[in-house]
């Protein structure tokens, strides 16, 4: 079992930095792959960023290579997602999920465990 809390989120204008954090309880947390979605009003949740277990492979969505960075810390039990250079379209709900195998990464299904995630707003 896997609980997961993120926080970090806020209000910034366009062009800013935000970093976000996961933080979870469990004792096999670094066993699992851990991922980064968002969710905007009337829009289907997106896959943004996932990281494996180790933390040597990572995977971004098209739109944020280059401005999102995933990294853990699995002795701190923690996830970050370092937004770069945000746009008011990066303007969502940010939920950390968590999930066992390295596959299907932007299927929101397969990921069994999820936060109440944490509202980031970007203005123009």
């Known amino acids: 079992q896997v609980q997961l809390v993120e926080s970090g989120g806020g209000l910034v204008q366009a062009g800013d930095s935000l970093r976000l954090s996961c933080a979870a309880s469990g004792r096999t947390f670094s066993g699992y792959v851990v991922g980064w979605f968002r969710q905007a009003p009337g829009k289907e949740r997106e896959f943004q960023a996932a990281i494996s277990w180790s933390g040597v492979s990572t995977s971004y969505a098209d739109s944020v290579k280059g401005r999102f960075t995933i990294s853990r810390d699995n002795a701190q039990k923690s996830v970050y997602l370092q937004m770069n250079s945000l746009k008011p379209e990066d303007t969502a709900v940010y939920y950390c999920?968590?999930?066992?195998?390295?596959?299907?990464?932007?299927?929101?299904?397969?990921?069994?465990?999820w936060g109440h995630g944490t509202q980031v707003t970007v203005s123009s």
């Open positions: 999920a968590a999930k066992e195998t390295w596959n299907n990464l932007p299927s929101s299904q397969q990921y069994g465990y």
